[in-house]
């Protein structure tokens, strides 16, 4: 684009060939007139090998020439692709026939001058193929111009487009920082509610607990003194039933808050047999209150290991919920089975009891849910034990179906047992 | 083994301290019981008296709690020139907690309040020689 732009600003080059001295001078001066460059050939050898080397405007060529004549020269003039448009003005003597050879030959020819060359004619000729030159060359510069304008028009639409993108490309990475962090705020904000709600519990078990436990214990000694008599006794195991209601809803809370995250050290070979034996006999006036029918068989899978609170608080709950939910139209059946699955010990509780709707489906495992209001409780149990199933890599889930019974599945994981504690198992 | 004859209490909860003067009256055991509401009281008894047999420390305590006075007795050497077993005792019923007490010396049960009968036949077998009384 610069070369072009470059080569418009030259001045234009007008080649005149002829084999005789003294006609090139004489051309050469008349032509001097004009702001142009003017180059001179003794042959059309010579004119062929400039043509190569130069752009010119206009060839001025004598037709009479030794070994490669006018006509030849403008045959190969014509023959070449970079010359083939050069204006050429033939220099012919007032000759019939090499007239007629002109006319007959076609060589593209634009124009004759007929020697000797009369000086107005030559000078008006060249003119006219000047300023045809020149117009042509000013309009090719304006459409060059133009074509710039257009290329750099459109490298500024191109660089104002990647200056937006830039933009673009920034505001989106500052969101993404923004969002990173708010993240990484959230994540912050969790562990410190985690924190508090932590220390909350710890407040709980002691600033809470600690009154508590002190009325608990002044009541037995106020019983056991002898300061109750037959007026207030209803009035005093109304306030200790409260009290330990207290007590217990407060100790669950705590467990729900704060149970402990990995007990390793407390897992232990546990008997399914002597465990669940231990809960019946905790539960002994429940059971015999319900008058329920329980069925153990450990015989698959007699043996996990486990932490023994959680073990026993897994069978405590799900046992208590069957006989809490036992349907008031049959007798309770519950059966308690093991089997193993992989490195699972899968435990299962089933009763025949009222079952679980839909609707009670998604809030089993809820806190504080207790599905009916036939039942006392503080709906905390199964959440607790879902959250000391689930950390120690295990799962619970049940099948259920109203007014035919429940049967939860508890997916024990086998834990690794701890070499300092091996064997103490109670 | 050495008789249970002393028991030095240390908490701040007044009631509850009168809990455990009555449960140990309930043992029969006729330990001589002496109480201080103040860690650092405790410490002060601790410097011009003889050593009891056994510590009942509460976890917490404002100003010095059961911790900051396990760190000070083991600052003092207590624990190498005396034979003198602690007992932590809390209402807190923090697993972290019961680790903890078991990484000081010296400190052999971590009780849960409230103290039972049971809990001190208990410790008094263990520690005490004795079979229980009565």
Redesign the interface.
Known sequence: MIEDLNSLKELPKILIVDDRETERDILSKLLDKFNAEIHTAGSGQEALSLLIRYNYVLVLLDIQMPIMDGLETARLIRSNKNTENIPIIFLTAYDKDEINMLQGYEVGAIDYLFKPINEDILLSKVKTFLKAYSFEKEKEYEKILTELEKKNAKLQKAQKEAVTMMKQANEARSIAEASQQQIKQQAEDLLRYNKELEQFA?VA???L???I??L???LK?FKKRGYVNDENEEVVNKIFSSVSRINETL?DL?HVV?Y?KT?EDEVQEIDFDRLTCDVLQDLEKQIKEADAEITLDFEAAPKVHYVQGYARSIIQNLLTNAIKYRSLKRKLKVTITTKPEGNFICLSVADNGMGIDDKGRDKVFGLFQRLTTRVEGKGMGLYIIKSQIESMGGSIDFTSTVDKGSDFKVLMKNLPLNKTENGQAK | MAKLNNVLVIDDDDEYNFLTEDTFMDTELECNLVFKEMAQEALDYLEENSFPDLILLDINMPVMNGWEFLEEYQERNYHTKHDTLIVMISSSCYHEDRVKAKSYPKVVEYIEKPISCDDIHELHEKYFGATTEG
């Open positions: 710890y078990t002691h600033d607990r600690a009154p436990i002190n608990n214990g002044l000694v100790h705590i704060a402990t007990i």
